[in-house]
């Protein structure tokens, strides 16, 4: 049971280039989750997926894409990567329904540098 | 507008100095508080869910207790080990269960 793995963890791209950072959890979780933390700023979210074809908007969602085709799999698409992108990117999945068996794991991140 | 605050930024304590950090929230609706803690280089690491007012979790030298207004970590008699920065996010009524609110998070710091 590997958990939540993110590929790759170091990445440095150049403005304008484009790129897909990869998720993925054997925990059959039915929700995914992609942040971003910068310092001092905690952890914001960007998009966010309620199950296999369904995802919606965090609250920093401009230049990011998502889909998720299979409960496994959540992939987080920089389309065209600008120097703000610079951070590091948490992906993280979590089973709902009940509060107290609620857990959110986190993976160990990817840190992107956008030069 | 929903808001979470952790104080202070930033705390350095001697091993056995015990303190709290503090996460206060103004939101619609709560369903769960959470806390975390992160090691450097590392992903936030699940400690604690508070879910009403007046609960309190316990996990080794950590406690977590919640109010209607606010919700603190008590570190008692820390060691280095307990070194990290910890995390206190919320889950909005409104909200699905993927989305969490998260602080900016409390630095601590124990030397021997």
């Known amino acids: 049971n590997a958990g939540v793995t993110q590929t790759p963890k170091f990445q440095v791209l150049k403005t304008g280039q484009s790129m897909t950072l990869q998720c993925a959890q054997d925990?059959?979780?039915?929700?995914m989750s992609w942040y971003r933390q910068d310092p001092g700023m905690g952890l914001r979210l960007i998009h966010y997926s309620v199950g296999a074809g369904i995802t919606d908007q965090g609250e920093v969602p401009n230049g990011y894409n998502v889909s998720r085709s299979t409960t496994e799999d959540f992939p987080l698409r920089l389309l065209s990567a600008a120097p703000s992108q610079t951070s590091v990117y948490f992906c993280a999945s979590s089973q709902g329904g009940d509060l107290s068996l609620y857990e959110q794991y986190f993976g160990p991140g990817t840190r992107l540098t956008v030069t | 507008e929903d808001q979470v605050t952790q104080s202070p930024e930033a705390l350095r304590l001697q091993e056995g100095e015990s303190s709290s950090l503090n996460c206060s929230y103004t939101v619609s609706g709560l369903r769960g508080l959470f806390w975390y803690r992160q090691d450097p280089g590392k992903g936030p690491e699940f400690l604690f869910t508070l879910y009403s007012a007046g609960e309190e979790k316990e996990k080794e030298r950590l406690k977590a207790t919640l109010t209607k207004k606010e919700s603190f970590l008590h570190i008692t008699a820390p060691k280095p080990e307990d070194s990290a920065t910890y995390l206190c996010a919320v889950q909005l009524t409104t909200d699905s269960w993927g989305k969490l609110q998260f602080g900016a998070g409390t630095q601590v710091v124990v030397t021997p």
């Open positions: 925990m059959n979780h039915e929700y």
